[in-house]
């Protein structure tokens, strides 16, 4: 079929990725880095200077088609002339806080917004930022007359600045005033939020073109970060992914949206047409990382450490809430050691209850997608620690599932190309990219690790049972799967 390239632009730096529109291998790749945000905000120019020196050298000579996938949570506010009113606002800015909770009553409280989008308004919501807009830059926000998302702005600056602007599912679901269930904008949100309406992007289905440059170039909808590293992974119904940052996240691919009224659950749309719950933890590699200093190592040595001990460390359990903790939603909780003994209080011991009690934690984020019907048969585990020969010993029988640990690569810039191949059959064939998606093209599964649970599960469904057990006696009634 051809040739096509999927670029990332996060919050670091743009990589393209250049593959076989029909068998997904890289053909070649491009990087640059961003200029160092200076906090929470970010010149959108920038993204597009790195863009040109990612792809410089001729990388993208016989590309046909390109997707673009770009950092979710951004706001670029734009005026009459489509040109940005300030600089964009990026990831989660804390300076929104206050206006996330004045949103959240506005509506009449968390379960309202679960109802409304899927979503309840945090700090790196567009629509908090809009509100933090209103309240904090109020002639800037009286300029504003559409809003976009990175990728939105990216996409529309390859294709020239055109008359018509798009996003996609995925990104849409992102922004807090657009509904996963409804597939529909809530503008009375942008208004409440803004104290205006605004222009709003045309929603694509999963496989539509937003438009071709003047070359002849397609482009693809786009899609967030998160919706493309799905799609570039090949998940699919019955696969979830835990994302071990310093917080955690954990999501699914599930057929339908799940809206939660106590807002554990994020219901976002994915890059295919489906649904993607989220369940965010506040505390995930943190809680290696402080107790591996504690100990005076580094994450490798910690795993080297919690290896010498055995499942349950010796009875010691650690509730890792470090920084407080979303799910459960214990705010203003700290972290706790229980059943120290004195055999017990060693620092391979210690090194054990640090990596067990992370991974319960997030055990726990995914039984709040259990609990509401979502299967879990294999969990792909991303980020650096998911390397660590004690975390892959845990994992499997702590989730209750077959853990996959995929090798490093670019999945978001991959989900991106294999959008940007899929909306190029679909063009050429006649299709729409609407309502009906055909099948995405078939792309080969990450090269991954396996890890089984093994005969050793119930050794760690009673280690997760013992968490489990401190967990509630310490908060009792705190986590309502």
Known sequence: MG???????????????????????????????????????????????????????GLLEGVQAIGVSAQQGGLVALDVEGDPVRPALVGNDKRAQSSAADLVDALGGRAAWAQAVGA?????????????????????????????????WLAWQLLGRPARR????????????????????????????????????????????????????????????TMAAAFGLGVGVGDAVVSLGAS?????????????????????????????????????????????????????????????SSPGAYGMVM???????????????????????????KPEHLARAAVEGMLCGLA???????????????????????????????APGLFGAQVVVPQPAEYAALGAARQAAWAWQVAHAGGEGGAAYPEPPRWPAAASQVFEPGDELP??????QQYVAVRDETHPGAFQP
Request: some cysteine.
């Open 3 to 57: 040739i096509v390239a999927g670029l990332d632009s996060s919050s670091e730096s743009t990589r393209i990725v250049v593959c076989d529109a029909d068998t997904g291998a890289v053909i070649r790749q491009g990087y640059a880095p961003h200029p160092v945000e200076k906090g929470p905000e970010a010149d959108p120019q920038a993204w597009l200077m790195s863009l040109g020196e990612a792809a410089g050298n």
């Open 120 to 152: 309840v308004p945090q700090a790196q919501h567009p629509v908090t930022k809009l509100r933090w807009l209103a309240r904090n830059e109020p002639a800037q926000a009286a300029r504003v007359a559409e809003v976009m998302q990175p990728h939105d």
């Open 166 to 225: 798009t996003t996609d599912r995925g990104g849409a679901s992102t922004t807090g005033y657009w509904s996963a269930a409804s597939g529909a904008y809530r503008p009375d949100l942008v208004e409440l939020a803004l104290g205006h309406q605004v222009r709003l992007p045309e929603v694509l289905g999963p496989s539509g073109t937003a438009g071709f440059t003047p070359e002849g170039l397609l482009i693809s909808a786009g899609t967030g970060e």
């Open 248 to 308: 955690g996240s954990v999501f699914a691919i599930h057929e339908e949206a799940l809206a939660d009224p106590s807002g554990t659950i994020t219901s976002f749309a994915d890059a295919t047409g489906r649904h993607l719950p989220v369940v965010h933890t506040t505390n995930a590699v943190r809680v290696l990382r402080g107790t591996a200093e504690m100990l005076g190592t580094d994450l490798a040595g910690l795993s080297e450490l919690a290896l010498q």
């Open 319 to 345: 509730l890792p809430y470090l920084e407080g903790e979303r799910t459960p939603h214990l705010p203003h909780t700290a972290g706790s050691l229980h059943g120290m003994r004195r055999e017990s209080m």
């Open 364 to 394: 726990d984020a995914l039984d709040v997608l259990r609990g509401r019907g979502v299967a879990v048969r294999r969990v792909f585990l991303l980020g650096a620690a998911a390397e660590l020969g004690a975390v892959q010993v845990a």
């Open 459 to 464: 050794v760690w469904q009673a280690v997760r």
